[in-house]
């Protein structure tokens, strides 16, 4: 694993991908010590107000040495040296931090890892100029471990850093939380609730970790999953991997049906064991509403049916009896309610008072949701101000009102130009929107050839077109072919492996690195892009381009492949995920933990440009964020948690940040998680 040094500003922080350091044992009465000396800085002048970059290609291979007993160590490469200097109107240099992490090697192997950071305190250098050399830096490491070296200051005072754990020394506490989304009905086959096993603990886990769901009566389950978890129906999961310390393991996804007489509140409770920590325990109340009494069990919209009720967004077309009306056409009111509470969550919102339609007074019994569809520019009129509220929805229609709901944008992006089926083509008015609905995998037309564009709706095909469109449920499952496949190694682009989109789901425990390179040589500046994948990922995914030389990659991050692993999520766990394919945009809540970082994509490229914008939480809460329709992906920590789609509605400005703020969130993010950053040059 390649590092470097890098010397940023701590306002405007630095780069984007990271190696964490690591921690070594010494041998029990060895002694330590770390000499590093800076000699290769040039003396640079700097007449104007800027940022100014400079790089020592000689590095610091002659310059670093660690000894253990008797044994002297060198590094395992050549660490050119780069830094920033931001020069003020007054020629005042900037507050600069350095770090560095190092890895040493005897025969071959890596056996030692050092940490340092030096910071300069603000200084003002006659004539803006830097010295021709610093000071040497030396000091001894403690003989049980290498835990951190920090000199402060230019004192070079030596203290332990506290980023690094002692590993085994700690204990692991594991916690668990369960969850479901609305009530269950019932009767109703399939309802979900999903479980999170996290790790508050100081070490990571060791030993088995078993799950147990204690299903309430009413309630039999009837599967339990979740990626890298081995699960039986009882239901009992459990997992033998290591969870580090502060990590998350993928989420469990527990399946139920509901008994026709289920009490009409229970509670679901579930414990963690296991993993040398003590037992965890956590609950869920759960209200069992009562199912509609015409959709019969054979009825194939039935699971659409009961998520529509079970998420609050319809209570049917009868109260006494409970009755749905499958068979019925839905008119464009109805479809109004359907959508906007699809989109905002609720009933719970403004809209303009001022009738929009001349066929909508105010007195119009559904008069609240056309207006505030037609404030989302989700409505669709049928003439000058014209609405006809009572017409029925035509399945053309139906797909303008999903993708509009779904995106947010009057009319789709990108969608394929080539038509789907045979009575939709590039001329049909809705054509745009019908084929993003094909393309998302919402339809699947009303023959294999044809859509019927026409023909109006049912109630019952609108609860899966809802579903499907606005929660991302339900989905068709993706046809997973094993494809391309590559795992560790270091691979050539166009001979070995093609330039494309690569998905793999990394080891829990973290530890996955690749990197895009430009030459084989070893030198930082043949990165063009790196990520380290910290615990508890469920996917990463890297877009390698044609212009690449190679492309590496370790044992951590398993086995890649050209095609998604997961297919479409109706949450977000941990980890990098496709915009659209895989998780809906819209607005997202987690209760996240202190350290929790994201990041809204362009694309995957690893580079810094690929952030649109990033957030750093420092303590723990409640967090928001809205994915646009326009992002292509979506990444999260482990520390985040679970983001829950509270509403398809975008509740903030989209707007990319600048680059400097992308960096210092980065930055703030991987100093706290005493990460040492190892990022390219050009991604300076």
């Not at 207006?371 to 669709?380: H, N, R, T």
């Not at 054509?431 to 609905?437: A, D, E, G, L």
């Given at each position: 694993?390649?590092?470097?040094?890098?010397?940023?500003?701590?306002?405007?922080?630095?780069a984007l991908r990271t190696v964490e350091a690591q921690c070594y044992q010494f041998s029990s009465g060895a002694t330590a010590s770390l000499t590093v000396n800076i000699t290769h800085l040039p003396p640079p002048t700097m007449p104007q107000p800027g940022i100014y970059q400079y790089t020592s290609s000689s590095g610091l291979a002659g310059d670093i040495s660690l000894t253990v007993g008797q044994t002297t160590y060198t590094p395992v490469s050549s660490i050119p040296v780069s830094f920033d200097i931001t020069v003020s109107s007054d020629a005042t240099l900037n507050f600069s931090v350095l770090d560095l992490s190092v890895g040493f090697t005897t025969a071959n192997q890596t056996v030692a890892a050092a940490s340092l950071s030096v910071d300069w305190s603000a200084a003002l250098f006659p004539n803006g100029t830097l010295p021709a050399a610093l000071p040497p830096i030396s000091g001894s490491i403690p003989s049980t471990m290498v835990v951190g070296v920090e000199f402060v200051d230019t004192t070079y005072t030596l203290t332990s850093a506290t980023s690094c754990s002692t590993g085994p020394s700690g204990t692991s506490a594991l916690s668990v939380a369960i969850s479901h989304i609305g009530g269950f009905l019932q009767g109703q086959p399939f309802a979900q609730y999903s479980?999170?096993?996290?790790?508050?603990?100081?070490?990571?886990?060791?030993?088995?970790?078993?799950?147990?769901?204690?299903?309430?009566?009413?309630?039999?389950?009837?599967?339990?999953?979740?990626?890298?978890?081995?699960?039986?129906?009882?239901?009992?999961?459990?997992?033998?991997?290591?969870?580090?310390?502060?990590?998350?393991?993928?989420?469990?996804?527990?399946?139920?049906?509901?008994?026709?007489?289920?009490?009409?509140?229970?509670?679901?409770?579930?414990?963690?064991?296991?993993?040398?920590?003590?037992?965890?325990?956590?609950?869920?109340?759960?209200?069992?509403?009562?199912?509609?009494?015409?959709?019969?069990?054979?009825?194939?919209?039935?699971?659409?049916?009961?998520?529509?009720?079970?998420?609050?967004?319809?209570?049917?077309?009868?109260?006494?009896?409970?009755?749905?009306?499958?068979?019925?056409?839905?008119?464009?009111?109805?479809?109004?309610?359907?959508?906007?509470?699809?989109?905002?969550?609720?009933?719970?919102?403004?809209?303009?008072?001022?009738?929009?339609?001349?066929?909508?007074?105010?007195?119009?019994?559904?008069?609240?949701?056309?207006?505030?569809?037609?404030?989302?520019?989700?409505?669709?009129?049928?003439?000058?101000?014209?609405?006809?509220?009572?017409?029925?929805?035509?399945?053309?229609?139906?797909?303008?009102?999903?993708?509009?709901?779904?995106?947010?944008?009057?009319?789709?992006?990108?969608?394929?130009?080539?038509?789907?089926?045979?009575?939709?083509?590039?001329?049909?008015?809705?054509?745009?929107?019908?084929?993003?609905?094909?393309?998302?995998?919402?339809?699947?037309?009303?023959?294999?050839?044809?859509?019927?564009?026409?023909?109006?709706?049912?109630?019952?095909?609108?609860?899966?077109?809802?579903?499907?469109?606005?929660?991302?449920?339900?989905?068709?499952?993706?046809?997973?072919?094993?494809?391309?496949?590559?795992?560790?190694?270091?691979?050539?682009?166009?001979?070995?492996?093609?330039?494309?989109?690569?998905?793999?789901?990394?080891?829990?425990?973290?530890?996955?690195?690749?990197?895009?390179?430009?030459?084989?040589?070893?030198?930082?500046?043949?990165?063009?892009?790196?990520?380290?994948?910290?615990?508890?990922?469920?996917?990463?995914?890297?877009?390698?381009?044609?212009?690449?030389?190679?492309?590496?990659?370790?044992?951590?991050?398993?086995?890649?492949?050209?095609?998604?692993?997961?297919?479409?999520?109706?949450?977000?766990?941990?980890?990098?995920?496709?915009?659209?394919?895989?998780?809906?945009?819209?607005?997202?809540?987690?209760?996240?933990?202190?350290?929790?970082?994201?990041?809204?994509?362009?694309?995957?490229?690893?580079?810094?440009?690929?952030?649109?914008?990033?957030?750093?939480?420092?303590?723990?809460?409640?967090?928001?964020?809205?994915?646009?329709?326009?992002?292509?992906?979506?990444?999260?920590?482990?520390?985040?948690?679970?983001?829950?789609?509270?509403?398809?509605?975008?509740?903030?400005?989209?707007?990319?940040?600048?680059?400097?703020?992308?960096?210092?969130?980065?930055?703030?993010?991987?100093?706290?998680?005493?990460?040492?950053?190892?990022?390219?040059?050009?991604?300076?």
């Amino acid at each position: 694993m390649k590092t470097t040094i890098v010397m940023a500003l701590a306002m405007m922080a630095i780069a984007l991908r990271t190696v964490e350091a690591q921690c070594y044992q010494f041998s029990s009465g060895a002694t330590a010590s770390l000499t590093v000396n800076i000699t290769h800085l040039p003396p640079p002048t700097m007449p104007q107000p800027g940022i100014y970059q400079y790089t020592s290609s000689s590095g610091l291979a002659g310059d670093i040495s660690l000894t253990v007993g008797q044994t002297t160590y060198t590094p395992v490469s050549s660490i050119p040296v780069s830094f920033d200097i931001t020069v003020s109107s007054d020629a005042t240099l900037n507050f600069s931090v350095l770090d560095l992490s190092v890895g040493f090697t005897t025969a071959n192997q890596t056996v030692a890892a050092a940490s340092l950071s030096v910071d300069w305190s603000a200084a003002l250098f006659p004539n803006g100029t830097l010295p021709a050399a610093l000071p040497p830096i030396s000091g001894s490491i403690p003989s049980t471990m290498v835990v951190g070296v920090e000199f402060v200051d230019t004192t070079y005072t030596l203290t332990s850093a506290t980023s690094c754990s002692t590993g085994p020394s700690g204990t692991s506490a594991l916690s668990v939380a369960i969850s479901h989304i609305g009530g269950f009905l019932q009767g109703q086959p399939f309802a979900q609730y999903s479980v999170l096993v996290h790790n508050g603990g100081t070490a990571p886990t060791s030993g088995t970790v078993f799950v147990t769901d204690f299903l309430p009566p009413g309630l039999t389950a009837s599967i339990a999953s979740g990626p890298g978890w081995a699960c039986n129906t009882q239901p009992i999961c459990s997992r033998s991997d290591a969870l580090p310390a502060g990590g998350s393991y993928p989420l469990i996804t527990v399946t139920v049906s509901v008994a026709p007489f289920a009490s009409s509140q229970v509670s679901n409770q579930v414990t963690v064991s296991g993993g040398g920590s003590a037992t965890a325990t956590a609950s869920d109340p759960t209200t069992i509403l009562p199912a509609f009494t015409d959709v019969m069990p054979s009825d194939s919209f039935l699971p659409a049916i009961d998520l529509l009720k079970e998420f609050g967004i319809t209570s049917g077309c009868s109260a006494q009896p409970p009755l749905y009306c499958s068979t019925s056409n839905i008119t464009e009111a109805q479809m109004a309610v359907f959508i906007v509470r699809s989109v905002i969550g609720g009933d719970n919102f403004t809209y303009t008072q001022t009738p929009y339609f001349s066929d909508v007074p105010a007195s119009y019994l559904y008069f609240p949701w056309i207006q505030k569809m037609q404030d989302l520019g989700i409505a669709v009129s049928c003439g000058v101000n014209e609405f006809c509220p009572e017409t029925p929805v035509t399945r053309g229609i139906m797909a303008v009102l999903i993708i509009r709901g779904r995106y947010g944008t009057s009319i789709p992006t990108s969608y394929p130009t080539t038509a789907y089926f045979t009575d939709v083509t590039p001329a049909y008015p809705f054509f745009p929107w019908i084929q993003k609905m094909k393309e998302q995998g919402i339809t699947t037309g009303c023959t294999p050839t044809t859509y019927c564009p026409d023909t109006p709706v049912t109630r019952g095909q609108m609860a899966v077109f809802i579903i499907r469109g606005m929660f991302n449920l339900l989905l068709p499952s993706p046809v997973i072919s094993s494809g391309l496949t590559f795992g560790a190694g270091q691979y050539l682009i166009g001979k070995d492996i093609p330039a494309g989109r690569y998905y793999t789901v990394p080891a829990v425990a973290g530890g996955c690195y690749w990197e895009r390179l430009s030459g084989l040589g070893g030198s930082l500046g043949e990165i063009i892009a790196n990520d380290f994948i910290e615990a508890g990922f469920a996917q990463a995914i890297v877009d390698i381009a044609a212009s690449d030389l190679a492309f590496s990659t370790n044992a951590n991050c398993g086995t890649w492949y050209n095609t998604p692993r997961l297919g479409a999520q109706s949450s977000i766990p941990s980890g990098t995920w496709l915009v659209g394919a895989q998780i809906a945009p819209g607005t997202y809540q987690a209760s996240a933990q202190s350290g929790c970082y994201w990041e809204r994509l362009r694309d995957f490229s690893g580079s810094l440009s690929a952030i649109i914008t990033n957030d750093f939480v420092s303590s723990a809460g409640n967090q928001l964020v809205s994915i646009a329709a326009s992002d292509v992906g979506f990444s999260s920590t482990a520390e985040c948690g679970v983001w829950t789609r509270v509403s398809s509605q975008l509740l903030s400005s989209q707007s990319a940040e600048s680059p400097a703020e992308v960096k210092n969130r980065n930055w703030l993010m991987k100093r706290s998680k005493g990460v040492r950053i190892q990022t390219p040059l050009g991604e300076r």
